[in-house]
Every structure is written in structure tokens, then in C-alpha cells.
């Protein structure tokens, strides 16, 4: 019998739960990152784990996100393990090449010979007023390149886990963790560990309309859904998790049982991810559909610093609600 | 010999014009030498000769553009015999061209969701009759769920028009294949009589020894003599698709005509391997079902020759348009009393009249008329069929 | 059996055989084939029916003598 | 030249003298024979020669080990062939057959063998530095005694990530070999136009790094200049930056008019020819004869139509595969 005990625990603190195991199970892991030793992580993720583990499992590195990410890459070329932290996804663009050019291409460069099994862990979103440089939403963008398989830690559950798993493949695993989720509290079992990095997630079972989403969406869904529950309404939440390759079987399923679809995510609508996903709904499941795809993204502008702007550019609870009313109260 | 040809220097290079040689015929060249200069659009190059000899002669013309791989001189190789390695190109296969362009139209079709679409076609639903409750006004599963659900509660007196529905359907049908047929095969007609003396009086005898249910009718006996026929001329059990293509399954197709008009014609299948008295049963299960329109469409789709059979009420003859793409139909007219001489006498015989209508690309008079001189024969050894 | 009950039978076999005929039209000297359109096919189920309704199982030889409802009944009446 | 006579140091055998003969004559007669096959469109893409730097090649992998790992650029035959990658799979890898060390996947930019520990030639300049710094981080940290060698030319550390991986290196204290192939030419633009400082090796010590320069057309001073840095990495552990300098005879890839040098230049250069300039070196201390050039030449020959034959006999991929080597099965 599965322990029935649940823990009440900050997504920080899953985030650093499942790096510590990580780091606990297995000596070739390291961790090396921008300010992850002494300063304990720039979001205190990592705290305390320089004077646990040593100098040479927790590698401060200097503002080199080519350098070291490529060294990452390198290490992880030579039998080691290394979770690469770039500090946020906005400095990512500077690693770019390593990752695109080197880590998801040199399997396939050499002809099956040469793998790279590296995890790169970035914290990513809006939140905070951080203004345009620093509230980037790129999921999109790198769940575009074959090679890569690219998560999104949208609950507590996954940040608790999905690091583990992404530590046993031997391919490039790049993890989307969630600044606006940090200090949230939630439940989780207290035997939680490893969770799979290959599906969507059914996050709540209903028949009227299938919201997917991936990140911040999945708590803001759950709380619209509650609200639409007490009007009668009964959507079904898909949380995706992983964004390459997507999990078509659990979303065609859902609109095969709900027809109307509606799909939430911050990044910027063109080009996007719900992009993706309407495609493969038209492609596999047209014949299910009794109403457009309707979508909620991000606003087509550099992210405002106002707090009232930076709200306004993502879709909100309450804009979830009122979508998913229109669209049934139009049936 | 060698052939020295202009060189690629890149996949993007397509020419290059020859702007000097470095030598001149008769001369030696050995491998790595530079024996010209090239223009192409990154600038002058010297050209290298991969081979030994001497130039035998300078075919290309300073000044002149030439594609890459053509000749431009020959070397005789030094002593020994150089085979000359056929230049095997790699076939650039084109890259598939994946992107549909999207075209955005504005269409003032009927808007229905896609379920909607497919529920009204599984359950008949006509949906220029509904009105679209959903967005933009398009049809969706709720308006048809109601528009289901009012059919079924009239259904009492849909049903009787159900048959009028289908009958004006088989119109339809029959129309356009009529009107295929004759607009594109070249009908010819061919006519003879056969004396049925023999066939009768043998059904006669055959009849009286069962019961009744077991009877056969004369009908039987013209399909299996026909099926038979069709063995020895097998060109008439075919059809016509760009080209003739011979059918080894006969599949006969009766017509079977309706009191209210129409034809349906369901196909006895492989009619030659059957007995006289399967070929009655299978008469008395098809023909019931055709005359209440309950017959499969692959029961009326396989015939690969038909027999026209106007219910032996009326006209002693009958004319054929064959159905495409069969290459032949034949028309059995009613048993009808004649005189019929023979051996100079004079005497009432029982008559058929057969006429074959044939596609004139497929077949042609010499293989018609044998194959009725078969059919004529077949019928007077009725004991063989 | 009186002929009335002869002839509904008789009608009632026509029905079956042909449903859209109307018994009305024939008159009792008619030709049954002709003014209903009965072929071959038809007619041997009739002659089937009068064989469950009468018992008698009409021989080939005897088409001729039915052709008319008026024969037809005489010779049902005759064979019984 | 004939007149100088050069004393070689006696540590020299024949030996030697015909292995390290051998191997730069090899990457010659390849590198003509895959210009030749190029104009005949049985090469396609990029191609780069390494005619003229074959010192470099020679003298450094013949002080590497098995163990050591190498990352190389796209000019890398020449490396490929002195790590003893075979010829034939390096020819079927130019043919893009699914025999070559690549499976055909990667090209002449791209050559891979696992066994050897040659991990590619990387065909963004200077995008292998990084990995090279990773990979000597991870033999620090697993203990291992090999070092991690990386071939890039002058025009790479003009590159960010030629400064970040220096300073890592040094930082982190790493047993990479940083081996840069001066030929003065960035593809079109000659060392004086790209950097403000053209003694390269002076650029090691901003960082803390030792560092060298040799003269990369004589595959002797290479070799001594490659085993003096192996052994300082070898002993402190710290990487080292040796530069050297030299040349190369053909255009930067295929399709090149050389605007930018003079042709007298190139003959300068040429009569520094690594291989006559060797050649000549061991005839005068009769360490070899004529003849034994005569048998290295029909050997190499031999080698060279044999790799020609197993690519020309080669076979294409089915299409079928085309998603392979993506993500591992």
C-alpha cells in the first residue's frame, strides 16, 4: 500500500528535493551553473548544497553561458552526467549554438555513435515586473529542434520529478521550471519521486471542454475549472509536460470525448505551441471537432514592465473562464 | 583517349567560361598541372588535369561559356591503356515540395462542424433542411441530434415514401449509365432464332418427375446455355477500361425488371459452375429481394455480362444498350409459336429470338455470331447443361 | 368451397406475388399474366400458392387451362 | 634548400622518419584525389584541403594516445587520417554511402569514429572549444590520465568562445591541448585584418595559460613542440595553447578564386613544402633512399584507389531511415 501520507511543499523546495536525490544516487552527477554554490542558486534552489557536496559536484561558473554550457555538453561527452542550470531562459540565447549545433545534432552528426546525455535545468516566464529581457516564454522555440526533448514543469509533482528521469536519458533533456510558480504551495504525496517525461497528463477529468495546457496554465486551468464546475460546466485539464515530441494519442482521445478545445499557454501567440497542437488536431482528429480551436496565448508584445500591462499580456484565470463559457454557452 | 571536362567547383556552380589555356595541343601535361583559367561568379580559378599525356586537341574556345561537364579537350594518356571512367552522375532527386499552399477564400458554403458533418451522413439527414444553431450560424451535433430525433418520430409515414425515394434514386442511376453507354461505346447488333423444341420438352420431362417446389423455368436453361457459350468465346465476358480486359469470373447479371419501371440486375456469380438447380434458387432468392429494392450493392456490381429477359410478357425482341464497362448484352425475346423450315418441311416450332449487343472496340461481328452459333447449340442438347 | 372463397384466395395469392396490382382491375375473363404483368417467375409462385391453399399441384401441361380467373376458379372447383 | 644541411637529432630512426614520410604523403595524394572526385560531382558540399599543413596532423597525433580525445574543425582530413581513421570509410563518409565513419550522415565536415575517440570535425568556428574544455573537465573529475586535444585555425579566436574556454580551462584547471593552426588566413581575410594582436601565442597568457608557437611546416619541431606541451599537461594538469604556424597551398574550399593572396606568395610558401622539405632531410642523413619514397608513393596509391573502390562500391541509406539518429532508440 503506497503511503497515504501528502506533504505540503513550496515548488522551490520540489525543485530541490529531486536535484538532491539526483545529486545523492548517482556520483557522476554534478551540478554547474551561474551562482548555484555560494550563492546558493539565484533562486535558492541549491542552497546549502556547496556545503554538502563540495566544490566539485556544485560548479560555480562565470558569466560564460557558451563556455560552460558547452562544457556541459563536453563532460557529458566523456561519462560524466552534468545538469547544466542556465540561471534563466532569457541568457540561454547566448548557448544557443551549443545546444542546437552541438548537443542535438551530434547524434545524429555521427551517425548514431556519439550521444549526449545532458540535462540543461532553465527557469523561465513572466512574473516579478522583470520587464522584456527577463519574462522570455521560448518553450516554442526550442521545442522545435529534433533532438531535444523539451519538458515543462508545470506542477509540483513534475518539478519534484522529472529532473530524475531526465538524468537516465541519453539524449539532451532541456527542462522549462517556472519562476511565478516558486513560492506556491501545494500538495504532494510524500513518497513522490520519479515521474515519466513521455506523456500529457489527464489533470482533471471532464466532458464538456478540453483545456490544454503546459506550465503557469496548468494551476490557473485547474482554478478556472472549479469555477466553471459551480456553473455547471465540466472541462476535461490536459497538462502536456513534455513539448518534443507531444503526446498526440492523450490529446486526440480528449477531443474525441469533448469536441471543442481550448488552448491556454504565455508565449507569444504566432508560431507557438498551441500552433503545433491545432495543427495535429486538425491532422487527427478533424472529424471530432464541433466547434473552431480556440486559443489564449501570450500578446504579440515585448513584455510591459506595469504591473497591470505585464498581467494583461498573459491570459489569466479569469480570461479562461470566460472563453470556456463562451464556447459552451454558444452549443 | 581522356576527356578533360569543365570541372565543378560547387554545387551552385552550373558553367564557366574558359578565359585562357595554359597549353597548348601536342604538349605533356602530368597530373596536378594548371592547363587553364576559368571565369565563374566567385572569380577567375585555375584548373587542374587529374591525368597524364599529351593534349591531343583543345575543343572549347577561349571566351566560350560552357555547363559544367562538357568536353573541353582530350588527352592521350601515356602508355598504358587509361579506361576512360563513364562520369556517373548523382541524381539530384527533386526535393519534395511538402508545403500546401493555403488559400484563404471566403467561403459561402454551408458551414457544419466536422461531427456534424459526419453524424448527418450516418444517419441520411438532409442538411440544407437544418438551421445552424453554432457559431456563425454553422450546423452542429445538437441540431442534428434534433433533426434526428424529429425523422424518427415521423417515421411512420416516411417509410412508405422510403421506396419512392429509392426508386427515384434507380432512376437516376439508370439514366446516366444509358446515357455512358451510348455516348461512348460503339454499339453493333447481331440477331438469331433458336428453336427451343428440344429444351422445352426436356424441362417438360425434367419438371414432371419433381415437385413442385423443385420446378425449374426455361430461363435457367438460357443462362446456363449462355454461361456455356461464353466459354468458347471468352471475349464477350470482359470489360472495357482504356483497353479490353478479359474477365475470368462469369458473372451474369438478369435483369429483373420492376412493375413500376426501373431495372435492377443482380449478378449470378461464376453462373457457369452452377447446376440447374442452383441456378433456380439463386433466381428465387435475387429476384424477390430485387423487386423490393433489398439487394447489397456488391450483389449489383460484379455482372460481367447481362442477360435482358423483358419478362416474356411482351415484344418478341429486345434490343440491348450494353451497361459499361461490359463489352456485351444479350436480349432473349418471349418463346413464342413459329413456323420453322427445315429440311424442307414446314412445321410450329417454339422459338427464341436472341440478339447480342456488342462494344465494336472489344469485339467484333466474327466473334459475335460464333458465339451465338454456340448459344443455338448449347440449347439443343439441354440434357448437357 | 364456393367460388367467392375460391376467387379471394385467388386474389389474396396476386397480392403476394405482385403487391402493387389492383385486384379490382381484372375482370373475370382477363388474362391474368397480361393485364398484371405476371412472368414466368411469378406465375410458378402462384401456382405454388394454389398448391398450399387448394393442394393441388398443377402440371405444366395445364398452364394452358388457367389463364382467365374464370378458368382458373373452374378448374381449382374441378380438381379439389 | 638542398644546401643547408640539417642535423637531425639522433633520436630520429628510420623508422620513424618513413612512418611520419608515410602519413603526410597519404594526406596529400587523398586530398588530390578528393579535389578530383569533387569536379566530377562525386563529392558534393563543402570541401576543405589540408594540403600544406600536414606537418601539423602528423607531428601532433603521432604524441597523442589512444585514450586522448580529439575535436577537430572542417578541415579535418587530414587529422582523421593521421588518428588512423581508415581512408575508405572517410571516402564512403565524402560519398555520402552509409559505409562511411559517419554512416554517410555527416559529410567531409562531419567525420566521426567512436573507437578512435575522434569526436567530429564541428563546422561552426570555434563551436568545439567549449566541449573540448567539458570533456578534460570530466577526465579531471573521473580521474582519467588522458588529455583532450582540439585543432581550430586563427580564425577562431577571434571567436567569444575561444576567450571563454581559455579562461574556463585555466580556470578549472583542465588537461586540454588548445592546438591552433596558423595559415594566416581566416577563409578570405588574412591574420592582420582580423586581429590586433598577430603573435597569437602571446594571447594564452591573459588567461594564465602556457603557451607556444612552432613552426607547423616541419612535422619535427611539431612533434617535439606537441610532446613538450603533453608533457606540462601531463605534470600540472593545466591546459596549454600552442600555436602553429602554417600554410596552406589550395583555396579554402572548392569554389575559391583566392582574391585575397598573391600567387608568389603561395610559391614562397611552397618551397617550405612540409613533405619535400622532410623528405629531403632524411635522403641527407641516409636514414632513407630514393626508392624508399618510391614504395611509400605506390603504397599510399594503392591505399588511396582501394578507399576510392570501397566508396565507389558503397550504398546508399534507404529513405526509409532518414529519422535515425535523432533521439536514441
Redo the contacts between chains.
Sequence with gaps: MTDKTTLKITYREALKQGMHEALITNDKVFLMGEDVGRYGGAFAVSKGFLEEFGEDRIMDVPLSESGFVGAGIGAALAGMRPIVEVMTVNFSLLALDQIINNAATLLHMSGGQINVPVVIRMNSGIGNQLAAQHSHSWEPFYAHIPGLKIVSAGTHEDARGMLLTALESPDPVVIFEYTSLLNMESEIPSSSGAVDIDKAKIRREGKDLSIITYGPGVYKALAAAEILASSGIDVEIIDLRVLNPIDNETIINSVAKTHKVLIVEEAWRSVSISSEIISRIMENAFFSLDAPVERLCGIEVPIPYPKHLEDASIPQKQDIVDSALKMIQND | MIEFTMPSLGADMEDGTLVEWRVKSGDFVKRGDIIADVDTQKGLIEIEVFDEGTINELIVKEGEKVPVGTVMAIIIPVGEKVSAKKKSRIKKEPIKEMVKEGSIKVDDRLKVSPLAKKIAEEKGIDLSAIKGSGPEGSIIKKDIDLAAAKKAESHVEVTGGKKEIAAKGLRTAIASAMSKSNREIPHFYLETRIDMTKALNWL?EW??ER???D?L???VLLIKATAKAIKEVPSVNAFWENGLQLKNAINIGFAVSL??GGVVIPAIPEADKKSLNQLMDL?NDL?PRARALQLRSSELSESTITISNI???STDKVFGVIYPPQVAILGFGNIVEEAWAEDGKLSARPVVHVTLAADHRAIDGYLGSRFLMALKRNLQKPEAL | MKDEEIKATILKLLQEI?P??DPEELGMDDNI??VF?????DF?QL??GI?KEFGI?T???DYGKITTLRSLIAYVKATK | MEKEEIKLNPAITRELGLKLLYQMILIRRFEEKSAELYTKEKIRGFLHLYIGEEAVAVGTMHSLTDEDNILSTYREHGHALARGLDPGSIMAEMYGKQEGCSMGRGGSMHLFDASKRFFGGNAIVGGHLPMAVGMALASKKQGLNNITSCFFGEGAIAEGEFHESMNLAALWGVPVLFLCENNLYGMGTALRFSHSVQDLEKKGAAYGVESAKTNGMDVLEVKNAVEKAIAYIKSTGKPYFLVCNTYRFRAHSMFDAQLYREKTEVDEWKKRDPILTFSNQLLQNELISRDDIDTIENKVSAEIQKAVDFAEAGTFEPVEDLKKFVYSP
Aim: charged content about 40%; cysteine-free.
Design positions: 417438360r419438371n414432371k415437385e413442385l417446389k420446378r423455368l426455361a430461363v412493375r413500376k433466381l429476384i419478362g416474356e410478357g | 405482385a402493387d396490382i399474366r397480361e404483368g405476371i412472368d414466368s417467375f410458378l401456382i405454388i398448391d399441384t402440371p405444366e401441361a
